[in-house]
């Protein structure tokens, strides 16, 4: 097969867009793909600190690769979860984030370490309240130092590496249950509000192989193993029934998903519900919640009061 831009031997080939096209060309065409996400939606611009989340993975690496390569503002946030479970999956992530800032000339990382600062490790954590899965402790937990990061540290927007099978699961099982909170606040860019700092999402029109493969040409070297915690998820059963259909009919998922953005005015009710949902400040941490009181994670680490300020780059090249 030839590259459609070049006339090269191709490399890689994606069905939904009839587009085959050689390692060069398929740089040069992923990182324009971002670029025009990015300004599509109006996430950031290059004055803009964005605080990139990395776990190591390729998505979150590819994305942050593709943001210095565009020349963003961009540094990384590696949140240190403990988990020594799957051969030391987060100490091998930690060294392949660290890897990856160094042969770039150590753009900003921040390093956040959830033993160290709380006590104890996501898994640890969750062992100690007993029926709780360690997933729901993890997201939380990130959930609230990303936020606090990107505040503390005065970045226009966390960006994460979610790609379009992921948003596309989770689309799909919001659907499954009519979740309409949930759909009314899914979505490539969340708002910032009252304290809570703007999200987005650059990758989420690419299909994960897409991602790996722009990991693999650029020579990225990220974590393959995933995080032992995820297996069995529903999210991922969601995904092996997505790519079934995409198998079948090409471009399907990036049709679901568009086609959701642009309908997203049937759940208008539930939107203008999620967003007029009065926040307090928590009265430990003093970050948004939607109940008086403690926040959800400070109730779950037993916080009390008001928390130390986390050193931002911590660790930048250690
Ligand atoms: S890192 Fe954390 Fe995920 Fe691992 S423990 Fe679950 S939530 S699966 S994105
Ligand atoms: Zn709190």
Redesign the pocket.
């Known amino acids: 097969m030839k590259c459609r831009i070049c006339g090269g031997r191709a490399v890689f080939h994606m069905p939904q867009h009839r587009l085959a096209l050689c390692r060069d060309d398929y740089i040069a065409w992923f990182q324009k793909q971002v670029e025009r996400t990015i300004r599509r939606h109006r996430m950031f611009n290059r004055q803009d600190r964005v605080l990139v989340a990395v776990s190591g993975g390729k998505d979150s690496l590819a994305l942050w690769d593709a943001l210095l390569e565009l020349g963003y503002r961009a540094s990384g946030l590696y949140i240190d979860?403990g988990?020594d479970e799957g051969e030391g999956y987060s100490k091998v992530s930690y060294e392949k984030v660290k890897a990856f800032a160094a042969e770039r000339g150590n753009p900003e990382l921040i390093v956040v370490d959830v033993a160290r600062l709380y006590g104890l490790s996501?898994p640890e954590k969750a062992r100690q309240k007993r029926g709780r899965a360690?997933?729901s402790v993890?997201?939380l937990t990130k959930r609230h130092i990303m936020n606090r990061i990107a505040r503390e540290g005065g970045f226009a927007a966390v960006a994460t590496g979610h790609n379009l099978d992921d948003e596309a699961a989770v689309l799909l099982m919001n659907v499954l249950h009519w979740q309409t909170g949930y759909l009314a606040r899914q979505g490539p860019v969340l708002e910032e509000r009252e304290g809570l700092a703007r999200k987005v999402k650059p990758l989420y029109r690419f299909r994960e192989r897409e991602t790996a493969a722009y990991a693999l040409l650029k020579g990225i070297d990220y974590i393959e193993a995933e995080?032992p915690?995820?297996e069995g998820a529903t999210s991922i059963f969601a995904k092996e029934l997505l790519t079934q259909l995409e198998a079948r009919s090409p471009g399907s998922l990036l049709q679901f998903y568009e086609g959701f953005l642009k309908n997203r005015g049937l759940f208008e009710g539930a939107v203008r519900e999620a967003t007029e949902t009065a926040l307090h400040a928590c009265e430990a941490c003093g970050q948004p919640t939607t109940a008086p009181g403690r926040c959800a994670f400070c109730r779950l680490w037993d916080q009390v009061g008001v928390e130390v300020k986390v050193q931002p780059a911590e660790v930048s090249d250690s």
Request: net charge neutral; glycine share 10%.
């Open positions: 979860l988990i996501i360690t997933c993890c997201g995080c915690f995820a």
